[in-house]
C-alpha cells in the first residue's frame, strides 16, 4: 500500500526487530512523563508474546495455511527473537518485523509455492508487501466454518495447556479476519481466555461458553467490519480520506479535546493503520500504543470516561478506549465554535490561507456538537461546506452567501434520517425475513455478478442492522442504521483498488464513502448484465426442503438464482414464485415424501416458473 511512501520508509527504517524500540521513538506524538514505563510495557508484551504476534502475522499473510505450517513459521520467529536477543548486532536484527516475517515465509520453498507466493517473494521488499497485502482475502468462504471446540474437550485443552490452546484460537481468527489489527486480535484472545478460566468451572459448560463466546464474536463481526472499512478508505483515498473520517470519529467521541490536540493524535494516524493493515504487527502495536497512551496523559483535557480503560494493559487498553468506551459529555456553547465557519468575516481569508485546514476544522467542530449525526452525513457536509466556501468567495458578498450553509446541513440531514425512517417502517411490515429478501432482491439486481454466497451474507447483514437499529428510536436508529449501512457497502466494494463488479456499482464504489449509500440507492437493474447458462439442479429440490434451516437457505438462494437468470423481471413476479415456492412445501406433510419430491416438486417448480416467464418453456 503507497501511502505517504518516504515518511513511512523514515519511520521503519529505524526499528529493531526485536527489541523494536527506535520504531516508536520515530513517531510525532509528543511524550508524557509517564508513557517510557507503558511503552516498556508494550515492548516486553511484544517480546513475551511474540508466538501469538507472529502467528496473527503469517495467519493473516497466508489463509491457507494449515496450524502446522504457521506453528513452524511461528517457532523461526521465536528462535530469530532469542538469536537477537543474544546478539543484537547481527546484520539480520535491524531489519524491521514485516521484512522479517515476509523473509521467513520466502524462504521456505515448499510453502511459497503450494500457496503460489513465488510472485511475491521475488520482490523486494516493498513491492513484495504490496503484494503480501494484494492477496489478503475478505472472502473466506474457502475455509470451513469455525466452530468453537466442544467444551469439554476444549476445557481439557485449555487446562493441558493454555498457550497452545490459546494460540490455535488465535490462528483461526486471524485467518478469517485478515485486516484486524493485531492488538485487536490478541485482545479478544485474552477475553477468550478469561471465558475459558470461567466457564470451564461451570457445571453446564455449553450454556456458559455459547452465551459468553457469542459475544466476543460479535465483537470480532463489528470490529472487523470497521477496520477493514479503515484498510479501504486508506486503499482508495489515501491519508486525507482516513484522516477525515477519524476527525469525525475523535470528536464525537471526545468532543472536550482541543484542536491543537486532535491534530497531534491525527498526525500519525494513516501510518499506524497503514501498518496494521499491511500486517506490520510491531508498527501497529506500538503506533498504537503511543496514541493510546496520549490520550491517557490527557484524562481532563480529552475524556474523563477513560480512566477506567486506562488502568489496562497492553493490548486491552486500545480496543477499550477506541471500541468500548462511550462518547464523552458534550461541553456546553459548542454551536459558538461551529457558527465561526458559517458566520465569521475572515472565513475566505482562511479558505485561502489553509484550504485543507479549514475543513478539518470544520468538521471537528460540528462533528462534536453533533455526536448523534452519523458519520457518513458529517463526512457529506463537510464536502458540502468546502464546495460552499469554494462558490461563496468568489463572489461580492460571501457572508451572505456561506451564512446559508447551516439552512443545507440541515436539509441534507433531513433528508437522509427520512429514508431511514421509511426503511424502518418497512421493515416493522415486512419482519426481518421479509426485509431480508426485499434487500436480497434489490442486491442482486443492482449487482448481479456477485456469488449467492456473497449477496446473501450483504443482505443477511443488513437486515441484521434494522433489527438492531430500528428499535432504538428515531433519533438513535438513523446513526445506527446508516454507520451499519456504511460498513456494509465497504465490505461489499472490497480494499483492493482491482475488484469489479459492473460499471454502475464500480463507480458507486469509488466514490466518497460519504455518498455511497446514495449513489446504491439510485441505481437500478444492471442492463449490462448477461444471465448465465441455466443449469437445471438450482431449481431442484429434495426432502431435505422439509428441513427448516435449508427451506431457509434454499429460498434466499432461489431469490438470487430467479434474478441472476432475469435480471429485468418485475419484484411482483419474483415475489409470487416464492409464495409458490412456499405452497411447494405440502409435500413435507406427506407420508411418501420422497416419491412426492421426485415426482411433484420438479414439474411444478417449472411450470411456476414458466407461468412466470423465468426461465425458458423447454425445460
Same mark, same amino acid.
Given at each position: 500500500?503507497?501511502?505517504?511512501?518516504?515518511?513511512?520508509?523514515?519511520?521503519?527504517?529505524?526499528?529493531?526487530?526485536?527489541?523494536?524500540?527506535?520504531?516508536?521513538?520515530?513517531?510525532?506524538?509528543?511524550?508524557?512523563?509517564?508513557?517510557?514505563?507503558?511503552?516498556?510495557?508494550?515492548?516486553?508484551?511484544?517480546?513475551?508474546?511474540?508466538?501469538?504476534?507472529?502467528?496473527?502475522?503469517?495467519?493473516?499473510?497466508?489463509?491457507?495455511?494449515?496450524?502446522?505450517?504457521?506453528?513452524?513459521?511461528?517457532?523461526?520467529?521465536?528462535?530469530?527473537?532469542?538469536?537477537?536477543?543474544?546478539?543484537?548486532?547481527?546484520?539480520?536484527?535491524?531489519?524491521?518485523?514485516?521484512?522479517?516475517?515476509?523473509?521467513?515465509?520466502?524462504?521456505?520453498?515448499?510453502?511459497?509455492?503450494?500457496?503460489?507466493?513465488?510472485?511475491?517473494?521475488?520482490?523486494?521488499?516493498?513491492?513484495?508487501?504490496?503484494?503480501?497485502?494484494?492477496?489478503?482475502?475478505?472472502?473466506?468462504?474457502?475455509?470451513?466454518?469455525?466452530?468453537?471446540?466442544?467444551?469439554?474437550?476444549?476445557?481439557?485443552?485449555?487446562?493441558?495447556?493454555?498457550?497452545?490452546?490459546?494460540?490455535?484460537?488465535?490462528?483461526?481468527?486471524?485467518?478469517?479476519?485478515?485486516?484486524?489489527?493485531? &492488538?485487536?486480535? #490478541? %485482545? +479478544?484472545? !485474552?477475553?477468550?481466555?478469561?471465558?475459558?478460566?470461567?466457564? =470451564? /468451572?461451570?457445571?453446564?459448560?455449553?450454556?456458559?461458553?455459547?452465551?459468553?463466546?457469542?459475544?466476543?464474536?460479535?465483537?470480532?463481526?463489528?470490529?472487523?467490519?470497521?477496520?477493514?472499512?479503515?484498510?479501504?478508505?486508506?486503499?482508495?483515498?489515501?491519508?486525507?480520506?482516513?484522516?477525515?473520517?477519524?476527525?469525525?470519529?475523535?470528536?464525537?467521541?471526545?468532543?472536550?479535546?482541543?484542536?491543537?490536540?486532535?491534530?497531534?493524535?491525527?498526525?500519525?494516524?494513516?501510518?499506524?493503520?497503514?501498518?496494521?493493515?499491511?500486517?506490520?504487527?510491531?508498527?501497529?502495536?506500538?503506533?498504537?500504543?503511543?496514541?493510546?497512551?496520549?490520550?491517557?496523559?490527557?484524562?481532563?483535557?480529552?475524556?474523563?470516561?477513560?480512566?477506567?480503560?486506562?488502568?489496562?494493559?497492553?493490548?486491552?487498553?486500545?480496543?477499550?478506549?477506541?471500541?468500548?468506551?462511550?462518547?464523552?459529555?458534550? &461541553?456546553?456553547? #459548542? %454551536? +459558538?465554535? !461551529?457558527?465561526?465557519?458559517?458566520?465569521?468575516?475572515?472565513? =475566505? /481569508?482562511?479558505?485561502?490561507?489553509?484550504?485543507?485546514?479549514?475543513?478539518?476544522?470544520?468538521?471537528?467542530?460540528?462533528?462534536?456538537?453533533?455526536?448523534?449525526?452519523?458519520?457518513?452525513?458529517?463526512?457529506?457536509?463537510?464536502?458540502?461546506?468546502?464546495?460552499?466556501?469554494?462558490?461563496?468567495?468568489?463572489?461580492?458578498?460571501?457572508?451572505?452567501?456561506?451564512?446559508?450553509?447551516?439552512?443545507?446541513?440541515?436539509?441534507?440531514?433531513?433528508?437522509?434520517?427520512?429514508?431511514?425512517?421509511?426503511?424502518?417502517?418497512?421493515?416493522?411490515?415486512?419482519?426481518?425475513?421479509?426485509?431480508?429478501?426485499?434487500?436480497?432482491?434489490?442486491?442482486?439486481?443492482?449487482?448481479?455478478?456477485?456469488?449467492?454466497?456473497?449477496?446473501?451474507?450483504?443482505?443477511?447483514?443488513?437486515?441484521?442492522?434494522?433489527?438492531?437499529?430500528?428499535?432504538?428510536?428515531?433519533?438513535?436508529?438513523?446513526?445506527?442504521?446508516?454507520?451499519?449501512?456504511?460498513?456494509?457497502?465497504?465490505?461489499?466494494?472490497?480494499?483492493?483498488?482491482?475488484?469489479?463488479?459492473?460499471?454502475?456499482?464500480?463507480?458507486?464504489?469509488?466514490?466518497?464513502?460519504?455518498?455511497?449509500?446514495?449513489?446504491?440507492?439510485?441505481?437500478?437493474?444492471?442492463?449490462?448484465?448477461?444471465?448465465?447458462?441455466?443449469?437445471?439442479?438450482?431449481?431442484?429440490?429434495?426432502?431435505?426442503?422439509?428441513?427448516?434451516?435449508?427451506?431457509?437457505?434454499?429460498?434466499?438462494?432461489?431469490?438470487?438464482?430467479?434474478?441472476?437468470?432475469?435480471?429485468?423481471?418485475?419484484?411482483?413476479?419474483?415475489?409470487?414464485?416464492?409464495?409458490?415456492?412456499?405452497?411447494?412445501?405440502?409435500?413435507?406433510?406427506?407420508?411418501?415424501?420422497?416419491?412426492?419430491?421426485?415426482?411433484?416438486?420438479?414439474?411444478?417448480?417449472?411450470?411456476?416458473?414458466?407461468?412466470?416467464?423465468?426461465?425458458?418453456?423447454?425445460?
Amino acid at each position: 500500500m503507497k501511502v505517504n511512501t518516504g515518511a513511512m520508509l523514515s519511520i521503519r527504517s529505524i526499528g529493531s526487530v526485536i527489541l523494536f524500540f527506535s520504531l516508536v521513538e520515530s513517531l510525532t506524538l509528543p511524550k508524557a512523563p509517564q508513557q517510557k514505563d507503558y511503552l516498556n510495557v508494550t515492548q516486553k508484551f511484544l517480546e513475551n508474546n511474540i508466538r501469538d504476534v507472529a502467528t496473527v502475522a503469517f495467519a493473516q499473510f497466508i489463509q491457507e495455511a494449515t496450524y502446522e505450517e504457521i506453528t513452524g513459521l511461528g517457532e523461526q520467529m521465536v528462535h530469530h527473537r532469542d538469536k537477537c536477543i543474544a546478539n543484537v548486532q547481527l546484520p539480520e536484527c535491524s531489519q524491521i518485523a514485516i521484512h522479517v516475517m515476509q523473509d521467513k515465509i520466502c524462504g521456505v520453498k515448499e510453502l511459497s509455492n503450494k500457496y503460489r507466493l513465488s510472485e511475491c517473494c521475488t520482490n523486494d521488499t516493498s513491492e513484495r508487501r504490496l503484494c503480501f497485502f494484494q492477496r489478503k482475502n475478505v472472502d473466506v468462504s474457502f475455509l470451513t466454518p469455525f466452530q468453537v471446540p466442544d467444551p469439554e474437550k476444549g476445557c481439557q485443552e485449555f487446562e493441558e495447556d493454555q498457550d497452545a490452546f490459546l494460540n490455535h484460537y488465535i490462528y483461526e481468527i486471524a485467518r478469517r479476519n485478515p485486516f484486524v489489527f493485531a &492488538p485487536t486480535l #490478541l %485482545s +479478544l484472545a !485474552a477475553h477468550y481466555k478469561e471465558v475459558s478460566t470461567s466457564c =470451564c /468451572q461451570e457445571e453446564n459448560k455449553h450454556e456458559c461458553f455459547h452465551t459468553k463466546v457469542t459475544t466476543i464474536t460479535n465483537d470480532l463481526k463489528d470490529i472487523s467490519a470497521k477496520q477493514q472499512n479503515l484498510c479501504g478508505v486508506l486503499r482508495q483515498f489515501g491519508p486525507k480520506g482516513v484522516k477525515l473520517l477519524k476527525v469525525v470519529e475523535i470528536s464525537q467521541k471526545f468532543p472536550k479535546i482541543d484542536f491543537k490536540e486532535l491534530d497531534i493524535l491525527l498526525k500519525d494516524v494513516p501510518t499506524m493503520i497503514d501498518g496494521c493493515c499491511e500486517g506490520d504487527v510491531v508498527h501497529c502495536f506500538h503506533s498504537e500504543a503511543k496514541m493510546i497512551n496520549y490520550i491517557c496523559s490527557k484524562p481532563d483535557s480529552i475524556s474523563s470516561k477513560i480512566r477506567d480503560c486506562c488502568q489496562l494493559t497492553a493490548p486491552q487498553r486500545g480496543e477499550c478506549i477506541m471500541i468500548h468506551s462511550e462518547n464523552d459529555d458534550k &461541553p456546553e456553547d #459548542l %454551536s +459558538l465554535g !461551529a457558527k465561526i465557519f458559517t458566520e465569521g468575516d475572515d472565513v =475566505c /481569508q482562511h479558505l485561502h490561507e489553509d484550504k485543507e485546514n479549514i475543513l478539518t476544522e470544520f468538521l471537528y467542530e460540528y462533528s462534536r456538537q453533533h455526536p448523534e449525526l452519523p458519520l457518513t452525513v458529517l463526512l457529506s457536509i463537510g464536502v458540502m461546506y468546502e464546495k460552499l466556501l469554494e462558490r461563496c468567495c468568489k463572489t461580492e458578498n460571501p457572508k451572505e452567501c456561506y451564512g446559508h450553509g447551516e439552512e443545507e446541513f440541515l436539509r441534507v440531514t433531513a433528508e437522509t434520517q427520512a429514508i431511514t425512517k421509511l426503511e424502518c417502517g418497512y421493515f416493522q411490515i415486512l419482519g426481518e425475513e421479509g426485509f431480508l429478501n426485499q434487500c436480497l432482491l434489490r442486491l442482486t439486481k443492482k449487482a448481479p455478478q456477485l456469488s449467492p454466497q456473497e449477496l446473501i451474507s450483504h443482505s443477511q447483514k443488513l437486515a441484521a442492522s434494522f433489527t438492531k437499529c430500528c428499535p432504538l428510536g428515531e433519533g438513535q436508529a438513523f446513526a445506527c442504521v446508516d454507520n451499519a449501512v456504511r460498513l456494509i457497502l465497504g465490505e461489499l466494494c472490497g480494499i483492493n483498488k482491482n475488484r469489479t463488479i459492473n460499471p454502475s456499482v464500480d463507480n458507486c464504489c469509488k466514490s466518497l464513502p460519504a455518498f455511497r449509500s446514495w449513489c446504491f440507492n439510485n441505481l437500478t437493474a444492471d442492463e449490462t448484465y448477461t444471465p448465465p447458462i441455466f443449469l437445471p439442479e438450482v431449481f431442484t429440490f429434495n426432502i431435505t426442503l422439509c428441513q427448516k434451516m435449508e427451506q431457509q437457505r434454499k429460498r434466499r438462494e432461489l431469490i438470487v438464482n430467479l434474478v441472476q437468470q432475469k435480471p429485468l423481471s418485475a419484484v411482483e413476479q419474483v415475489m409470487q414464485v416464492l409464495s409458490d415456492f412456499s405452497k411447494m412445501m405440502d409435500c413435507c406433510e406427506t407420508e411418501e415424501r420422497e416419491t412426492c419430491f421426485k415426482e411433484e416438486i420438479m414439474n411444478r417448480t417449472k411450470a411456476v416458473l414458466a407461468h412466470h416467464g423465468l426461465i425458458y418453456l423447454h425445460l
